[in-house]
């Protein structure tokens, strides 16, 4: 969700904070805003609606200069967006706070506030905050100490990046719930909400825990713990480079991904299978152990994650004969769920840092779950921390808000667990050996099914003046329909929604006619006969079909109200991950006719870090 940048630097920082607010774009939001603390201890500030390069043009004058500063992308939670919303957020002149989170206790301490005489301007709970910071450096605290004694104050979760021009050296940085890192200079610190803003400048970070707050000037830096105690967290070399992060000859980051899929699998399956057997080693130390014992398995995401854990629940019934759950971790975390015996909870999530999904999985500790594993694409975040086992999906940076090598990378790695489950249970030898061939094949399989672009580019011309699609599929290419949905909504703005083929009966054919197209999967599986016959049904209403059809299913095109596109033969387990890519296609593709902001959609953030 919001983007946090902030320096302390013998140089001007405000090209940097600009700089690291582009490359937090892709998370979402609808103002930015930069405040500086210039040579003469005054505290400027410039906020604009909109896009980060009208903020930019905004600068151009270069009348905002100074060492020390905090910048801020903001997406909308309490008030509108608008100027007077957006951050920074400043007091009296004096203090100003960026924020990425909710306050949940805001309008206690707005009434407080009110009562000693304090003035709002904007509609945020974010504005308590630096009012609350004020008022403690007006009983005569240093920043440090008023900082900590204001997060004490509050209740919700918190990235905060906090100055003052009662002691313009100092930046101090907090966070409780949302993510903050900081990046190490020659002579300078950074604060951010992730990595990709610093790359420009650093590739040497902290990772902040919860509860931590940090102070730093440009030659040194002190954390503090939750517990009022000074730590020291490991600093982190990254991998990473600045060119990761841009789209290359792509037209989006969005298309960039798609196409980066066959490496991004290779790179997940990388070292993890010797000899057609797959290393439990690389889920972690006690892997064997949780393993053994693991008797059930509840798995809790969000969006994206949670349409991959569906799949997976398919996988582990069918191949491995684990009883599994899947569940949205907004429901989960609150419906009180029984805790079972041996079983182990799967979170699934890009970022790490998904809010509903770590709180799910706390609340599951409390309750009583044994063990937990979580499938993720970023180091050192939060469900890393919290988790017992951890399989990194190295899909490397996602900055596209839509999901995709994510998505697919996600897939790879259950399937890894499927199959070091399954052969604790039902799944043998010749089995495995079958799945790993598989998996091994899917880098050139996805090569084989990305050549199909350019005829889901011609087919996406059929979506270019409809409102509304549905999507079906059956068994675990269900799951794949429900992807196929919201990437279509997500990026073109069309009404999508999926459903079982087998449902199509039950309600949602009275929605089919001639302007609403219906998309199918169609691998050659037992289940495709049962599917052609849903097909027909579609036709006899007067439908206009979509299919992407196994070469090999005998679903030809049969007239004009039928589309078929060709998919090479594989395999029906892998076949979901398979199946995934055209429809992520036909959903760009779509969306580039529509005129979409492709890479950064209307009202989503990339990473939900609050509620």
């Known amino acids: 969700m919001c983007g946090i940048v902030g320096a302390v630097a013998e140089r001007d920082v405000v090209p940097i904070l600009l700089e690291g607010l582009k490359h937090l774009e892709y998370r979402g939001y609808d103002s930015a805003g930069v405040a500086v603390i210039n040579v003469e201890n005054s505290l400027n500030r410039v906020r604009m609606p909109g896009k980060v390069h009208a903020l930019e043009e905004a600068l151009k004058t270069g009348q905002l200069r100074g060492g020390m500063g905090i910048a801020h992308t903001r997406w909308a939670t309490h008030g509108a967006p608008n100027e007077s919303n957006a951050h920074p957020h400043v007091c009296r002149g004096t203090v100003a706070v960026v924020h990425n989170g ?6 206690a301490l707005k009434n407080t506030q009110l009562a000693q005489g304090y003035e709002f301007t904007s509609e945020t709970d974010t504005e308590v905050i630096v009012h609350q910071v004020h008022r403690y450096l007006e009983q005569g605290q240093g920043l440090l100490e008023s900082v900590q004694n204001t997060v004490a104050d509050l209740e919700g979760a918190y990235a905060l990046g906090v100055i003052s021009n009662t002691q313009p050296d100092i930046l101090v940085a907090a966070r409780r719930g949302s993510p903050l890192i900081i990046g190490l200079g020659i002579g300078e610190h950074f604060i951010a909400s992730d990595v990709s803003a610093l790359l420009p400048v650093t590739q040497r970070f902290i990772f902040l825990r919860d509860g931590d707050i940090a102070v730093m000037t440009k030659d040194k830096l002190e954390i503090i713990n939750a517990k009022g105690v000074e730590v020291k967290r490991p600093v982190h070399t990254s991998e990473l480079s600045v060119n990761a992060l841009d789209r290359g000859e792509f037209r989006h980051y969005m298309l960039k991904e798609i196409f980066e899929q066959p490496l991004a699998v290779a790179e997940t399956l990388e070292g993890r299978i010797i000899g057609a057997r797959v290393m439990e080693e690389a889920f972690g130390n006690q892997a064997s152990v949780v393993f053994d014992e693991t008797k059930h398995v509840q798995i809790i995401a969000c969006g994206t994650s949670y349409h991959a854990g569906l799949v997976a629940r398919y996988w582990l019934e069918t191949l491995a004969g684990i009883p599994t759950n899947v569940e949205v971790a907004s429901e989960f975390r609150y419906r009180k769920p029984v805790a079972r015996k041996n079983s182990l909870i799967v979170t699934i999530s890009q970022s790490g840092e998904t ?16 063990s937990s594993l979580t ?5 050192e975040s939060s469900l890393i921390r919290e988790s017992d086992l951890v399989l990194m999906t190295r899909a490397g940076p996602e900055i596209g808000v839509a999901s995709t090598k994510a998505f697919t990378t996600q897939l790879v790695s259950l399937m890894l667990l499927v199959i070091v489950l399954g052969r604790r249970h039902e799944m043998t030898p010749s089995t ?24 889901i580019q011609r087919l996406a011309e059929l979506f270019a003046d409809k409102h509304h699609a549905l999507f079906l599929g059956r068994g675990s290419q269900y799951p794949v329909a429900m992807e ?6 997500e990026i073109s703005y069309i009404h999508a929604e999926s459903y079982p083929a087998g449902e199509l009966k039950h309600g949602p054919l009275a ?9 199918a999967v169609a691998p050659n599986n037992e289940l495709l006969e049962k599917l052609k016959s849903n097909l027909q049904e579609v036709r006899a209403r007067g439908g206009q079909l979509v299919v992407f059809a196994d070469k090999q299913s005998g679903v030809e095109p049969q007239g004009e109200d039928i589309y078929v596109i060709g998919v ?6 892998i076949a979901p991950i398979i199946y995934t890519i055209p429809l992520q296609l036909l959903a760009y593709h779509v969306a580039v006719l529509k005129g ?16």
């Open 432 to 455: 495995e050996a079958s799945l790993v061939q598989q998996l091994e094949s899917l880098p050139r399989k996805i090569e084989e099914v990305l050549e199909l672009d350019g005829e």
């Open 484 to 489: 196929g949905a919201l990437k279509l909504k």
């Open 102 to 107: 909710i306050i949940e206790n805001h309008e």
């Open 596 to 611: 979409t902001d492709i890479d950064q959609p209307r009202n989503l953030a990339k990473s939900v870090t609050v509620e």
């Open 375 to 379: 499938i993720c694409n970023v180091a």
């Open 511 to 519: 929605l089919v006619d001639a302007d609403m197209p219906v998309v």
């Open 355 to 370: 809010a509903d999904t770590l709180a799910a999985l706390k609340e599951a500790k409390e309750r009583g779950f044994s």
């Open 568 to 573: 090479a033969p594989t395999d029906d387990c």
